[in-house]
């Protein structure tokens, strides 16, 4: 029962940090031709690339295995919410 919990919060906070990591890619996006500003831009993306992307995708995968191996109620639904990140960047790449 403790553990739920703790999984609970590693999978908001997975989620959390990939919809925070999208979000600051996009508004990022408001100082690409600004001159003055460009170095938010290129922060957005190298925050994007070097730690939004990676920690999620990890995140995602440490998690669904962990929840398929140490859970034994709602196994399935613990390794779908552990998928989220994975599922929302592949529909925003074919978007």
Not at 11 to 24: G, T
Not at 66 to 91: G, W
């Amino acid at each position: 029962m403790n553990a739920r919990i703790i999984y609970k919060k590693l999978f908001i906070a997975n989620i959390l940090l990939f919809a925070f990591s999208v979000a600051f890619l996009e508004y990022s996006k408001l100082f690409r031709m600004s001159m003055d500003k460009h170095w938010i831009y290129s922060f957005g993306h190298s925050w994007w690339f070097m730690i939004g992307i990676p920690a999620a995708f990890l995140g995602s995968l440490i998690l669904g295995i962990l929840s398929l191996v140490d859970i034994k109620e709602h196994k399935f639904l613990y390794f779908t919410f552990s998928l989220v990140p994975l599922i929302l960047f592949v529909t925003f790449i074919s978007i």
